[in-house]
């Protein structure tokens, strides 16, 4: 029959289903704006989320003879990119001049409990026989390709040769401190990072599309107070438009900033978020030791 050898080569129609536009409206509204007007942990997990269900679904819709097989490697990728293993190649790809940046985060692994719910609503639909080269079709399918594209940013590292010395007290103890922030994969125990004092901070600026990781000491003192003494600045990067590249003007202010206005930015984006939105907020630190004998390895 006609239909079954069209259900055989494609159902690509399938991305007019109103579930799968409202997951790639999602994808793109958070990736181009609440990522970085609202950065916090919703809008971490909520790119996956929305990833994890529309990006099988399509390549399914497009080779629905293969549709478990899609389903299974998307599991086995999304894995492999949130995991220590796959650093090796970021680091190529850094070495050779393609810059990506992201934040190991064992919760991300939590929203691959989306894939087989996404795989169950792919085979419950019933393909119609929409003409998969109608207009609507096919910009769909461009805009799709499009976000998944755009998911990943391109990444360029900026040098600050700025030295701080600027210190911020904080009402509460070290333990609280920790507990407000994220740890990244190279943190080690809440115990050691309590009897270490050299920290790096991982915090944004919106204002730049700026990644910063600060070289920091954290003490505390017999009242329980917190102090985070900033030290320097040794890692930025931006985040640069899928096809407008970067913000010059952008790199440019980066690289002019003094002592004051680094201080003036980690008040802001850092200390001030820990104060305010304790449990989603999108900090993260890292034990300096641990993170200098890990990158040693690799």
Known sequence: ?????????????????????????????????????????????????????????FFSALLPRFNLLIYLLTGIL????KLPVSQPLFNFWNNIGIEFYRT?????????????????????????????????????AFIS??????????KKGVNIQADVDQAFVLEFNKEELFNRMNPTFSSD????????????????????????????????????????KLDSIVACSVTGALFFGFDQENIDKLE??????????????????????PKNNSLYYSNKEVYDDYMKDR
């Open 145 to 154: 390709v499009f976000s998944f594209c755009a998911t990943t940013l391109p």
């Open 1 to 57: 029959m006609i239909t079954d050898k069209v259900n055989s080569t494609t159902q690509l129609g399938k991305v007019k289903d109103p579930l799968f536009l409202i997951g790639l409206g999602t994808l793109l509204v958070n990736d181009f704006y609440a990522k970085y007007e609202f950065a916090n942990e919703i809008t971490g997990k909520l790119s996956d989320i929305a990833g994890l269900f529309i990006f099988p679904y």
């Open 78 to 81: 999304f894995t492999f990119w």
């Open 256 to 277: 002019m900033l003094k002592p004051k206005d680094i201080e003036n930015y980690f008040e802001k984006d850092f200390v001030e978020k820990l104060k305010k939105n």
């Open 104 to 140: 190991i985060d064992y919760s991300d692994l939590l929203t691959l409990i989306i894939l087989p719910l996404s795989f169950n609503y792919f085979n419950s639909k019933i393909y119609k026989g929409i003409n998969q080269q109608s207009i609507t079709v096919n910009l769909l």
């Open 189 to 228: 125990t809440l115990s050691k990072s309590l009897h270490d004092s050299l920290f790096y901070l991982h915090f944004y600026i919106p204002e730049f599309r700026a990644d910063i990781r600060a070289l920091s000491s954290i003490l505390e003192s017999q009242s329980g107070r917190t102090t985070i």
